[in-house]
């Protein structure tokens, strides 16, 4: 399951991500490794999805967050 498909106000996990270069190395700097329990908060109609983890808010397009690879927070 990616991150753009996950439901809102439900905990999950990172098992890995699928996109290279300065994009992924910007995200594993801001702590999406595998393994962060990582909460969605909500979606824009942009596509824009808002995301907790590690205590701080995010906010993605849609083109990246089909490349977060996710799981439920008890399947781990």
């Known amino acids: 399951m990616t991150l753009k498909q ?3 106000e439900e905990q999950y ?3 890995q991500l699928l996109m290279g270069g300065s994009t992924q ?3 594993e700097a801001l702590g999406m490794i595998p ?4 909460t969605v908060l909500g979606r824009r109609k942009n596509g824009t ?3 907790k983890m590690r205590g701080t808010r995010y906010a993605i397009g849609k083109g990246i967050a ?3 690879e996710i799981q439920k927070g008890a399947d781990r």
């Open 35 to 38: 393994g962060t329990e990582i």
């Open 25 to 27: 190395r910007r995200l």
């Open 13 to 15: 996990s990172i098992k």
């Open 49 to 51: 999805l808002i995301y």
């Open 66 to 68: 089909e490349k977060i």
């Open 6 to 8: 996950a439901g809102i």
